[in-house]
């Protein structure tokens, strides 16, 4: 495992609660969470469907705001952006990974990869260098003119996590990456996130509901129905 920088967090979630109505109903998806990532740490955020994980994940992203309670993204306390400084900090910090790839159907994987780049006017130089880079760093630079229809399961993942890191963030969050997969592609996905913290000193947490993944993670957290378990 690698060595975990302790003296500070990247992440600090103090006290968090979530409500929100359902159908008529109040729902309680987390109920007081605490937790905090380290510097160059990887942390799996473990739980069944329903145990608050992506709920929990889309507050520490600033896609949802908390009922209750603080998050901290180094010393920004998110509760206080306005909505358009949460998407620049998405946008610059922070790499987001989903169960689904979601990747654009008509563009390559040199195209999906090199989207953010786009987005952010990096020049042609630039952004060339910098796919083709990643594109190498997980494996897939002999796929990079395949659409996601031409790959795997696993490929299109790959790419995936491509695309979250890109723009060098300093945290990846990966919602049920290895949902849709077999156990053996699932095992080398998270020996990727592994690679990518020991190589680049990036923080991540990955949700899962598979346990035999967690032996390559500095940390494990447990939700339980909303609660740290």
């Known amino acids: 495992m690698s060595k975990i920088n302790t003296t500070k967090n990247i992440i600090n979630v103090s006290g968090v609660h979530r409500r929100y109505e359902l159908a008529g109903q109040s729902v309680h998806a987390l109920k007081g969470v605490d937790f905090q990532l380290a510097y160059g740490e990887f942390l799996s955020l473990v739980g069944r469907s329903g145990s608050g994980k992506t709920t929990l994940l889309n507050i520490v992203a600033g896609l949802d705001r908390p009922s209750e ?44 990869v090199e989207l953010p780049l786009r987005i952010q006017k990096i020049s042609r130089s630039e952004r060339d260098r910098r796919v083709k880079e990643n594109l190498d760093l997980v494996g897939m630079i002999h796929r990079a003119n ?81 609660e740290i378990a």
């Open 69 to 112: 309670g603080t998050t901290y993204f180094k010393d920004q306390d998110l509760g206080s952006m306005s909505d358009e400084g949460l998407a620049i900090l998405r946008r610059h910090h922070v790499g987001i990974v989903f169960q689904s790839s979601a990747l654009m159907p008509l563009l390559t994987a040199y195209e999906n």
């Open 146 to 226: 395949h659409r996601p229809y031409e790959l795997s399961g696993g490929e299109q993942q790959r790419i995936a996590i491509a695309r979250a890191i890109i723009t060098s963030p300093d945290v990846i969050l990966a919602d049920e990456p290895t949902g849709e997969l077999d156990s053996i592609t699932a095992r080398k996905i998270f020996a990727l996130f592994r690679d990518l913290v020991n190589e680049r000193d990036i923080s991540i947490i990955a949700a899962t509901h598979d346990r035999a993944l967690i032996d390559v993670v500095d940390k494990v957290v447990e939700l339980k129905d909303g």
